[in-house]
């Protein structure tokens, strides 16, 4: 079976430092990766997704980033943190050719 | 890109009555149709889903229904417990990787 692990799970910033969310999916391979944001009692928002090691797409310009290093392996960075950027992280996952994702359980990143 | 729209954004029911959220979209070429449910704290997670050749789809009290033509489906919750009480969440599929996601809806079982 398929699972996916996400961390760290709780995290506390200061503005300015920088930032480094991991994923990984085991049980597959190929999968589409996804990181979403979620700010508090807000939906969720989509920010990278990639179909391939090296392969990343950004759909909200801001000071995030994302790679893609090894098939089943996502990160999230950032250089500097602002305090804009608190929120509940999601990686996800679906097969190449699926249409389900299924999340990780998150990570509550706070700004301070 | 997809805009997509939840309503309503908070819904409260009796115990036992049945609830109902509905979701719109823009993207004509959506093929399918998921609800996610997401528990406080917690990770979003799949609760059911149609695909654009289906019309309705049940799974115990649990049902989704799709009107292509209207751009619209809709999650239907019957004989509602306690346990239902969550954030649903709509994500018509835009193009061949993206869920959109809708705002949400709180729903709220009232003993």
């Known amino acids: 079976s398929q699972t996916i692990h996400q961390w760290p799970a709780t995290l506390v910033q200061p503005v300015g430092s920088p930032l480094s969310l991991e994923c990984t999916v085991e049980?597959?391979?190929?999968?589409?990766l996804y990181w979403y944001r979620q700010a508090a009692g807000r939906g969720l928002q989509l920010l990278f997704y990639?179909?391939?090691?090296?392969?990343i797409s950004s759909e909200v310009p801001q000071n995030l980033s994302a790679s893609r290093p090894q098939d089943r392996q996502f990160i999230l960075s950032s250089k500097k943190l602002l305090l804009s950027d608190s929120g509940f992280y999601l990686c996800?996952?679906?097969?190449?050719?699926?249409?389900?994702?299924?999340f990780g359980e998150g990570s509550w990143l706070t700004v301070v | 890109g997809e805009n997509v729209e939840q309503h309503p954004s908070t819904l409260s029911v009796q115990e036992g009555d049945s609830a109902v959220i509905k979701c719109t979209y823009s993207?004509?070429?959506?093929?399918?149709f998921p609800w996610y449910k997401q528990e406080l704290g917690k990770r979003p997670q799949l609760i059911i889903d149609?695909?654009?050749?289906?019309g309705e789809k049940k799974d115990q009290r649990i049902a989704v229904t799709l009107n292509k033509t209207a751009k619209h489906f809709s999650l239907h919750i019957t004989e509602t417990q306690p346990e239902d009480s969550a954030v649903y969440f709509c994500?018509?599929?835009?193009?061949?990787?993206?869920?959109?996601f809708g705002q949400g809806t709180r729903l709220t079982i009232n003993p």
């Open positions: 049980g597959t391979s190929n999968p589409n």
């Open positions: 149609i695909r654009s050749n289906v």
């Open positions: 993207d004509s070429a959506s093929n399918y």
């Open positions: 996800a996952w679906s097969w190449s050719s699926g249409n389900t994702i299924y």
């Open positions: 994500a018509p599929r835009e193009g061949a990787q993206k869920l959109v």
């Open positions: 990639s179909v391939g090691i090296g392969q």
